[in-house]
Nanobody
């Protein structure tokens, strides 16, 4: 079992930054971690993923160059640094873990999910 708790969401003006955190507990070894988001009326979409070893990351095209996923294994925490935010980034952001070693973009590849944190970007 893995428990995930996100934090760091909030309201920010366009062009601003936020850093999301995802604290993991339980059996966290060797898991890849991902961030997904879901805007109102839209399907949940992949944002970024990182191997638990931290040696590889993956991003959806719309956030490349603006978002950075990282991890601190000592704290069992994964971060999502979000810069140059725009209204299109408004969504509930979810942290997820997978028992797979690959950084899948498919939500059904992830076994455990956090409760989500709201990010709202005003124009």
């Amino acid at each position: 079992q893995v428990q995930l708790v996100e934090s760091g969401g909030g309201l920010v003006q366009a062009g601003g930054s936020l850093r999301l955190s995802c604290a993991a507990s339980g059996r966290t070894f060797s898991y890849a971690m991902g961030w997904f988001r879901q805007a109102p009326g839209k399907e949940r979409e992949f944002v970024a993923a990182i191997r638990w070893s931290g040696d590889s990351t993956r991003y959806t095209d719309s956030v490349k160059g603006r978002f950075t996923i990282s991890r601190d294994n000592a704290k069992n925490t994964v971060y999502l640094q979000m810069n140059s935010l725009g209204p299109e980034d408004t969504a509930v952001y979810y942290c997820a873990s997978t028992s797979l070693m690959i950084m899948s973009t498919a939500s059904n590849a992830y076994n455990y999910w956090g409760q989500g944190t709201q990010v709202t970007v005003s124009s």
